[in-house]
């Protein structure tokens, strides 16, 4: 997830541009650029890092009438200057947000005649193709059009070419753009979302996908006539929030769209690819070892259910921190994946390294490209979540979960493991999890209510079996992490081994009852305990007469949808808690977004 800006008009370009960047900087800050456009007359600034890296770089005191500007979180090429944005070509400039999936096949066809590329990134093809077809019918417009007719995948688009110096191009597929209309006459601005624009416009459009236009000091106009124009928020920081009360109710509404992001070309009809994943790296491999903490643990062991049960080959899971000592006994012909959100985290970083110095292969599943496991370990899937400000983390466990299911059948393929049609089965599932994570009001509103009843009690127990074990785990630290109440992840079937000793009317259990996955089994779990009184909550898309409360899910033909939505519950469920204690939901107390110290 990128943030781009452009601006036309009269007053400082590059000040309105470093402004907005600086206001965007939450979307990602692996990378700067802008470029400076009069008449024949370009600059560009790029600058690794933080944004003040290219406000350092950023030297002229040349007044331009128009600009650009992006700030990069990698998805496709490391983060280099070379990858950062605007991309170029021999007389036009480009800044995007999202994913072109088919980016492969147009840079092969564009070197084929010629185009030199300098970039990894899928970006740098937009240029190239916009020269290509202006090279034969000089028409920046139609040049234009026909760029946005070849791509595929997700994009938000500004483009200025010496060719058309007056212009800023646009285009709005997937990735959000708004175009604004300045205080001034004459001017325009564009943001990617609507922070930057606080006190300089009054009047913008949320473009709606398949929105696009040319933008001049004389005006915007649209390829298409259907656009609504817009007020603004009053604030910034509740701009950069887009509305929502804190940053990890935005990042819980993200999920949908970032898990389409982690699959974006990856996740084909009917087979899976990770093109940053040498096919060398599962050879010879017949273990799977996981290593991470906290959530990111979670994730693995989730991840661990589905490899065996996918792929059928071996995988345990180790929590960093203890992995590091026990002086484990490591094979050569294991494949040590680490997961991070933030690829920092000392634990993990160090367990990595021991991995490797024993010659193990190594991968990790990470959201930050150029962090410190990045560089270490042998091959790095990023999971595209985009920049995670809350503490609690949200869209980094499902995007993990959602990279590493697909990791799993991608085992299994390459290991014959599974049929065509259970991979199919499979896919079809995945493609649907997007659609799983969308929140209805229902279930937010009920979360809000369900808040109230759960503020005191001498503790929670969250249960599950399989896979809803782990989503259990999570959902309870979720829970201890923002609401600082008691509450423990079980295994439904231990229960009876002795915790069942705690039940009663001020012990509360949310249960995950999933329909797909060992129903009876947990049914008869959640009897016991409520037949000693404790108080049950289940998620569940079948009502259960024995809970004191219920939160339903719908009703699908696969256990790992009802995972993602069961997932969105018990995240609600603590943020909504949390909050009624009134501690602060994005900076609990105590804790840390990335824990860098043993
Ligand atoms: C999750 O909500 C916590 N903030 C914490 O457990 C976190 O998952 C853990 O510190 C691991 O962080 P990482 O994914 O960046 O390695």
Not at 279 to 307: M, N, P, R
Not at 360 to 389: F, H, P, Q, Y
Not at 403 to 419: C, D, E, R, S
Request: with cysteine.
């Amino acid at each position: 997830m990128c943030g781009i800006v452009g601006y036309i008009g009269n007053k400082n370009t590059q000040e309105i541009l470093l402004a907005g960047l600086k206001e965007l900087e939450y979307r990602g800050y692996d990378s700067a650029g802008i470029a400076l456009l009069d008449q024949n007359k370009i600059e560009v600034f790029k600058a690794l890092g933080k944004l003040h890296n290219l406000e350092e770089k950023v030297n002229t005191n040349k007044e331009y009438p128009l600009g650009i500007g992006h700030t990069r979180w990698a998805t496709h090429g490391k983060p280099t200057e070379l990858n950062a944005h605007p991309h170029m070509g021999e007389y036009s400039y480009v800044v995007h947000n999202g994913i072109i999936e088919n980016y492969k096949e147009l840079k092969e066809e564009l070197m084929k005649v010629g185009h030199k590329f300098v970039s990894q990134t899928d970006t740098e093809v937009i240029v190239h193709l916009f020269e290509f077809f202006y090279n034969k019918t000089p028409n920046s417009k139609e040049a234009f059009l026909n760029t946005i007719k070849k791509l595929e995948g997700a994009y938000s688009i500004l483009l200025i070419s010496k060719v058309d110096p007056d212009n800023i191009f646009f285009f709005k597929h997937g990735s959000p753009l708004i175009v604004a209309r300045g205080l001034e006459k004459g001017e325009v601005l564009f943001s990617s979302s609507d922070s930057p624009l606080i006190g300089l416009s009054n009047e913008v459009v949320y473009l709606e996908d398949g929105v696009g236009g040319i933008a001049n000091k004389d005006g915007i106009n649209f390829f298409n006539d259907n656009v609504t124009w817009a007020g603004l928020p009053t604030s910034k920081q509740f701009a950069q929030k887009d509305g929502f009360r804190f940053f990890m109710e935005k990042e819980i509404y993200e999920q949908s769209d970032v898990v389409t992001d982690s699959m974006i070309g990856r996740l084909g009809e009917n087979e899976i690819s990770f093109d940053e994943f040498p096919a060398s790296l599962i050879d010879g491999i017949e273990e799977i070892k996981i290593c991470a903490c906290g959530t990111s643990f979670h994730a693995g062991l989730t991840a661990s259910y589905l490899f065996e049960r996918l792929a059928r080959v071996r995988c345990s899971v180790e929590i960093a921190s203890e992995f590091r000592y026990k002086d484990p006994l490591l094979n050569k012909n294991t494949l040590f994946i680490v997961i991070s959100q933030s690829g920092e985290t000392a634990d993990t970083l160090e367990a990595l390294k021991m991995a490797k110095k024993a010659g193990l292969k190594t991968l990790v599943v990470c959201n930050v490209d150029n962090s410190s496991m990045t560089r270490v370990a042998d091959a790095t899937i990023l999971t595209r979540a985009g920049v995670e400000k809350g503490v609690a983390s949200t869209k980094a466990f499902s995007t993990q979960t959602v990279v590493l299911w697909m990791m799993g059948l991608y085992f299994a393929n390459h290991k014959n493991t599974i049929t065509k049609e259970k991979l199919e089965e499979e896919i079809k599932a995945l493609r649907e999890v997007p659609q799983a994570l969308i929140i209805q009001d229902e279930m937010h509103e009920k979360t809000k209510r369900l808040s109230k009843r759960y503020l005191h009690g001498h503790g929670f127990f969250f249960i599950g079996r399989d896979v809803f074990f782990p989503l259990a785990l999570e959902g309870a630290l979720k829970l201890k992490e923002i609401s600082y109440l008691h509450a423990e992840g079980y295994p439904a079937g231990e229960m009876k081994h002795g915790p069942i000793a705690l039940a009663d009317p001020e012990l509360f259990t949310i249960a995950l009852m999933p329909q797909n996955l060992l129903y009876d089994k947990i049914k008869s779990n959640v009897e016991e305990l409520s037949a000693r009184d404790s108080t049950i909550c289940s998620i569940s898309p079948l009502e259960f007469d024995l809970s004191d409360d219920f939160i339903r899910t719908k009703k699908t033909n696969h256990y790992m949808l009802e995972f993602f939505e069961m997932l969105v519950a018990l995240q609600l469920l603590s943020m909504e808690i949390s909050v009624r204690l009134g501690n602060d939901v994005d900076m609990p107390r105590n804790l840390a977004k990335s824990v860098t110290v043993e």
